[in-house]
C-alpha cells in the first residue's frame, strides 16, 4: 500500500529520491501515487482479472467484448500517463527513480503477465521500464514478479 511505502520511507531514513525532500519533485510523486488508483492500479488490475482470473475460476473464457472494453480503458489511461506523467523526462519526478515509478511498473505488470504486452508499441513506456528495471536491478525485479508471472500455470 502507498501508506506503507512512505511509512517505510521515512522510518528508514531512505535515499532522498525514493521520496524527494524539494516539495515540487515530491509534489509530483504524490500527485502520480494519488492519480494510479483510479487509473492505471484500476484499469491494469481490472484487464487482469478479466482476461486470467476470472476465466481460472468460472472456467469459462470472458466474452471478447469485455475484455476489449477492459484493454481500451487501459489503452486510455496508458496514454494519459505517457502524456502527464512521463512527458520527455526520465522518470516521473525528474531525472532519479522514485516511489512513483516503483509503483507504476508494479502495476503495470500485472496486463503484462496476462498476455498483454502493453510496452511492445510504446517506444517511450518500454525506455522507462528499462530504466526502472536498471535501477532497482533486473534480478530483483525478476524476483518481484516471478509469482505473478506463472499465474497462468
Known sequence: SIAILLYLVQKFKTPD???????????????????QHANIRAKGSKLFLTKVLLPLLTG??????????????????LKQFEEKFLQDKPFIAGSEISLADLVALVELMQPVCAGYDLFEER??????????????????????????MNIKN
Open 17 to 35: 529520491h525514493w521520496y524527494p525532500s524539494d516539495l515540487q519533485k515530491r509534489a509530483r510523486v504524490d500527485e502520480y501515487l494519488s492519480w
Open 60 to 77: 469459462q473464457p470472458l466474452p471478447p467484448e469485455k475484455l476489449e472494453f477492459a484493454t481500451e480503458e487501459l489503452n486510455i489511461a
Open 123 to 148: 517506444p517511450k513506456l518500454r525506455e522507462w521500464r528499462r530504466r526502472v528495471e536498471e535501477a532497482v536491478g533486473k534480478q530483483l525485479f525478476q524476483e518481484a514478479h516471478e509469482e505473478i
